[in-house]
T-cell receptor, first 115, second 112 residues
Framework: AQSVTQPDIHITVSEGASLELRCNYSYGATPYLFWYVQSPGQGLQLLLKYFSGDTLVQGIKGFEAEFKRSQSSFNLRKPSVHWSDAAEYFCAVGILTGGGNKLTFGTGTQLKVEL | DAGITQSPRHKVTETGTPVTLRCHQTENHRYMYWYRQDPGHGLRLIHYSYGVKDTDKGEVSDGYSVSRSKTEDFLLTLESATSSQTSVYFC???????????FGQGTRLTVV
């Protein structure tokens, strides 16, 4: 069975600093990988996704992520964090089958931005 | 935003009572999902549907049932609510060959 690990529960960065959120996955085949963001009281919004091709993917809000097969990782990065980026971030692996796109999520990383 | 409406948005119920949560979509997407979100667990799949009257279990299906009589509606029922089912419930949809799932705003359920 697939699994996702986000080793950092909480991360605090200063506004303007760079950010990297870690994600490791376990899956027997080439995975479909996703990063979602959740603001308080809101649903999940897709930041970016990877399923083939270029291993460096660009997303919305200035985020990017790099797929590294050898490390089973899909880390999320942003060069300069804004106060509005404070939220919870979820990494997920998806399996496309006859049942659609079923996602397995990590436990999330809560990002705090200090002004 | 994807046209997904969850109702109710908040509910408090007593242990042992039945509860039904509704997910309504206007996108005509084939697949619908119910997830629950709990601290320290992220989101976990409860049940999903791959068409009208076609449903299957997810990772944490015990104590839950679902029904889908129309493309646009996916109902999640707790037959006899327990305190362990206090959670935030999210509905999601996706379409044929679609790698992206779109999420609703969530329903906060408290079982007392």
């Amino acid at each position: 069975a697939q699994s996702v690990t986000q080793p950092d529960i909480h991360i605090t960065v200063s506004e303007g600093a760079s950010l990297e959120l870690r994600c490791n996955y376990s899956y027997g085949a080439t995975p479909y990988l996703f990063w979602y963001v959740q603001s308080p009281g809101q649903g999940l919004q897709l930041l970016l996704k990877y399923f083939s091709g270029d291993t460096l993917v660009q997303g919305i809000k200035g985020f990017e992520a790099e797929f590294k097969r050898s490390q089973s990782s899909f880390n999320l990065r942003k060069p300069s964090v804004h106060w509005s980026d404070a939220a919870e971030y979820f990494c997920a692996v998806g399996i496309l089958t006859g049942g659609g796109n079923k996602l397995t999520f990590g436990t999330g990383t809560q990002l705090k931005v200090e002004l | 935003d994807a046209g997904i409406t969850q109702s109710p948005r908040h509910k408090v119920t007593e242990t042992g009572t039945p509860v039904t949560l509704r997910c309504h979509q206007t996108e005509n997407h084939r697949y619908m999902y119910w997830y629950r979100q709990d601290p320290g667990h992220g989101l976990r799949l409860i049940h999903y549907s791959y068409g009208v009257k076609d449903t299957d279990k997810g990772e944490v299906s015990d104590g839950y049932s679902v029904s889908r009589s129309k493309t646009e509606d996916f109902l999640l029922t707790l037959e006899s609510a327990t305190s362990s089912q206090t959670s935030v419930y999210f509905c999601a949809i996706s379409d044929e060959g679609d790698t992206e799932a779109f999420f609703g705003q969530g329903t906060r359920l408290t079982v007392v």
